[in-house]
Each structure stands twice: as structure tokens, then as C-alpha cells.
């Protein structure tokens, strides 16, 4: 056997016995980046929060962030908080990344489904989400606890059966990275 032969024949061997690579994103850790995508629409100066509705096969059936709603021009509404009328602040305009994700649902409902969100729903989300279905929440943050609103979402959560769980990342950073050399990662033959 030549060198070219036996060098053809190693390349052969590894062809065949590759395995699949394994540092591959769960399909948590994918539905939470993909609500921190979402969230990455956000024009909030402060907060950004973005949701990814899931169903029971793992499908996405809605994504949401919040964000002015359709026809209130973002440059021109307020994005303020501790303005000196609730007019001039955003809390009274800006729809919620729950509320989008749900009324952007690409599926006939959501029925049964499971909501990724960056931050613990609000009382007013946290309705909605009853409302439309859905059965279980995964959070990152629940900054807000102490709150009133989100202490409502926690008794209506409750009362209604809908499961919430922390999201405990395994890893801190999942990097999209669009500057990649394709000819290294697959070389052409
Ligand atoms: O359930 C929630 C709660 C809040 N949001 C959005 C609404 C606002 O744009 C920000 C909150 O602003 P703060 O400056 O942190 O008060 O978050 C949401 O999308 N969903
Ligand atoms: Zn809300």
C-alpha cells in the first residue's frame, strides 16, 4: 500500500467511525436564548425582556419582547420611569414580552404549552397566560418578588395549576459568533 492509499484509508476509517459532537445547546438552554434573543429587540433603555412559547413537541409557536404596540411609534412614545405623570413614562403604553409572545402565536392557541421568559411575569401577564393555556413557565430573573404584582402571579399561578421553575443555566454565555471561516469547520473537498 502507497502513502496516498494508506492516507485515503485512515480518512475512510475516520468518515466511518465519527461520532456526533456533543457540546450541543439543550433544548432548555435553546428556548431560553432564543427569548434572550428576542429581548435583544427591545428598544427598553432599562429593561429587556423577550418570552419563546413552546409547545409539547418542541416546537416554538410564539416569541415576544416587549415593546410599544403597533402604530406607537417607539421614537416618539416615552421610555422613561419616574416621570412626574404616568403619561410621560412608559409603564402605561409598552406591551409585555408575554403578551406579544402569546398574540404572535403562529399555532391555532397555546394550549398546553410551556413559556420561556427572561423575567418572572407580571399579575397582568401572568393572566394571560392562564387564560391562553399555558401550563408552565421557566424564568431566569424574579428580581421583582418582592413586588405585589408578582406576588399575585405566584397566588394566581397557584390557584390555576400553572407550574413555574427557575431556569438554573448550565452555562453563563451561548456566543453567536456570524464570523465564521466555513471552509475550516467543513473544508471542501
Ligand atoms: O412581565 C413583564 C414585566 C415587565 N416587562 C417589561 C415592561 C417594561 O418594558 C420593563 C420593565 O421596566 P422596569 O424599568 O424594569 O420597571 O419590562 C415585561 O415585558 N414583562
Ligand atoms: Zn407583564
Redesign the pocket.
Known amino acids: 500500500m502507497d502513502l496516498t492509499e494508506n492516507i485515503a484509508n485512515i480518512s475512510l476509517h475516520e468518515e466511518q467511525t465519527a461520532k456526533k459532537r456533543n457540546d450541543y445547546i439543550d433544548w432548555q438552554e435553546y428556548f431560553m436564548a432564543v427569548a434572550f434573543l428576542a429581548a435583544k429587540r427591545?428598544k427598553?433603555p432599562?429593561?429587556q425582556?423577550g418570552a419563546c412559547i413552546v409547545n409539547n413537541d418542541n416546537k416554538i409557536v410564539g416569541i415576544g419582547y416587549?415593546g410599544m404596540p403597533i402604530g406607537c411609534n417607539d421614537d416618539d412614545f416615552p421610555w422613561g420611569?419616574n416621570t412626574p405623570s404616568p403619561l410621560d413614562s412608559?409603564?402605561l403604553y409598552?406591551c409585555?414580552?408575554?403578551m406579544n409572545a402569546i398574540l404572535n402565536k403562529n399555532s391555532a392557541d397555546v394550549k398546553d404549552c410551556t413559556i420561556y421568559?427572561g423575567?418572572?411575569?407580571?399579575n397582568?401577564?401572568a393572566k394571560m397566560i392562564i387564560q391562553s393555556g399555558i401550563k408552565k413557565v421557566v424564568y431566569l430573573s424574579d428580581k421583582n418578588a418582592h413586588r405585589p404584582e408578582y406576588i399575585a402571579s405566584k397566588k394566581m399561578f397557584n390557584a390555576s395549576n400553572i407550574i413555574y421553575k427557575q431556569y438554573k443555566p448550565r452555562i453563563s454565555k451561548i456566543e453567536i459568533n456570524f464570523d465564521i471561516d466555513w471552509d475550516l469547520v467543513s473544508p471542501t473537498k
Open positions: 427591545s427598553d432599562k429593561t425582556v416587549n420611569k412608559k409603564y409598552v409585555h414580552a408575554e421568559v423575567l418572572f411575569p407580571c397582568e401577564c
